[in-house]
């Protein structure tokens, strides 16, 4: 018999929604409260986001850094997101991060400054376990961001599009194109443009001549258009020129001096980089890998002879976790950083416009941060009064307050009751069933998570 054609005995069986009764479709909470933005799922990638619980740190981001003007000199280039907490990470700095960078990116920022800049922003984030020592690897980060998220790609559209607007004031952009892939990918096709009747050297032509353009190095990829076998030029192309140059300087001149340049040719005037735990840099450097990282990002942005140090095209937005200061604070002081964005002094009244720090989540955001996933996998739309179902605010209290105001710890608590309550038939969950227990699981930093009491259970539905 052939092992193609038999079939096993034990038939896959639709499994029974045990958090139907609860009306949802399963269990909305994430097993582990990690922020990771390719993911399908939108429990891990920040989709389901609560900004009300924020608006005191996005208030201020979009105030001191998006709405003031790139064409102000003294506009700030280097801030800092900290963290007030030390009881570890989980305090929801990632997703706000990643759903403010969305936000930017979905008109590059032109509703968030009312129209004074026009940005695109970009989420660094080192890896662990020391990868990132040298500025020289951090550049390589940046640049692989820069591709990933298609801003290269997005700066050669509004380079053609805005040229052949100019050739051809009739030509209507939304005949041709539907999305954003859409122009990236017709944009960079020589095919489309001869089945369009548009002559390609034209438009090369009217990019080339550009004064921004004009001052980039003439192997720079946008002048070998012409000359690649009628290729034009693409994120891949670009790719492949940065890996061919060499190491140091001439790397650090096509990001902080070439890229900017074209970025401005494109209408752009500005970006913000967020790095995102930050610490993963310090955390494996020698003390003067400290202060050589330190100086050249001095360099690269205030004082240095790149494009992007004479004007302050990317606004570095660092993320530190509660004490990192303290880690890279002689290396600030040595190589002068210190005195142009000081670093943040925890406990200080009033911090100043470079420094967001970022508070433990208070009772009433817990409220809002349980009841937004749980709508989100609602089968059938609840009254306000039964938003929490099957908790309650008390035990939505109890939650916060036994998880220390954390919003992973508490996210990751909220999977496991809600989980154990189902496979108990339990509802409502009460602020009983939930303790700190010695045998609760805990997160990768050693934190204990709750769970839900181990105290006999009884079926609710047998007693109705």
């Known amino acids: 018999m052939s092992k193609y054609t ?33 993911s399908p799922d939108d429990r891990m990638n ?3 986001y609560d900004p009300s619980i924020r608006t005191a740190e996005y208030d201020k981001v979009v ?16 801030g800092y997101i900290v963290d007030t907490s030390y009881i570890g990470r989980g305090n929801g700095k990632s997703a706000f991060i990643v ?6 990116n979905r008109d590059f920022a032109l509703t968030l400054s009312q129209s004074q800049n026009k940005c695109f922003a970009v989420r660094l984030r080192p890896e662990g376990g020391g990868s990132i020592k040298t500025f020289e690897r ?19 559209v509004a380079l053609r599009l805005s040229a052949i607007l100019a050739i051809d004031e009739t030509f209507d952009a939304d005949q041709h194109f539907t999305t954003d892939d859409d122009y990236r990918d017709k944009l960079s096709q020589m095919e489309w443009y001869r089945d369009n009747r548009l002559d390609y050297r034209h438009i090369n032509h009217r990019i080339l001549s550009n004064e921004y353009i004009q001052s980039l190095p003439p192997d720079f990829p946008l002048f ?7 290729r034009v030029s693409n994120e891949s192309t670009f790719r492949d020129y940065f890996v061919s140059l060499r190491r140091g300087k001439p790397k650090s001149e096509f990001v902080f001096s070439h890229l900017v340049n074209m970025f401005i040719a494109a209408g752009f005037n500005g970006a913000y980089v967020f790095v995102d735990d930050f610490e993963r840099i310090p955390d494996f450097q020698s003390g003067r890998q400290k202060r050589d990282f330190a100086t050249q990002l001095r360099t690269f942005v205030f004082d240095g002879s790149y494009t992007n140090a004479s004007i302050g095209f990317y606004n570095f937005i660092l993320v530190l976790h509660a004490g990192v200061q303290g880690m890279i604070q002689e290396a600030w002081e040595l190589s002068g950083l210190e005195h142009r964005a000081p670093l943040p002094h925890q406990g200080a009244a009033n911090a100043p416009s470079h420094i967001i720090f970022f508070n433990k989540i208070t009772t009433e955001n817990t409220y809002s941060l349980i009841g ?3 709508e989100s996998y609602r089968i059938t739309k609840m009254d306000e009064s039964d938003m929490l179902f099957p908790f309650s605010r008390e035990t939505v209290s109890r939650l916060a307050e036994i998880n220390e105001y954390n919003c992973t710890k508490i996210l990751k608590s909220a999977y496991e009751v809600l989980k154990k309550a189902a496979d108990n038939n339990i509802s409502p969950i009460t602020p009983d069933m939930i303790v700190a227990d010695e045998d609760d699981i805990s997160d990768d930093l050693g934190n204990r998570l709750t769970g839900i009491h181990n105290a006999p259970t009884k079926n609710l539905l047998d007693e109705e």
Do not use: M, W
């Open 46 to 48: 920040g989709v389901i």
């Open 6 to 38: 038999t079939k096993p005995e034990a038939v896959p069986s639709r499994a029974h929604n045990k958090y139907e009764r609860y009306s949802l479709r399963e269990n909305p909470f994430p097993v582990n409260p990690i922020i990771n933005p390719d």
């Open 99 to 104: 759903n403010l960078q969305k936000e930017i």
């Open 224 to 230: 070998q258009d012409n000359r690649l076998f009628g």
């Open 372 to 374: 937004k996933y749980l």
């Open 138 to 156: 951090f550049i390589e980060l940046f640049v692989d961001e820069l591709f990933d998220s298609h801003i290269i790609a997005d700066a050669l």
């Open 63 to 78: 105030s001191n850094f998006i709405k003031v003007p790139q064409t102000e000199p003294n506009h700030l280039r280097l």
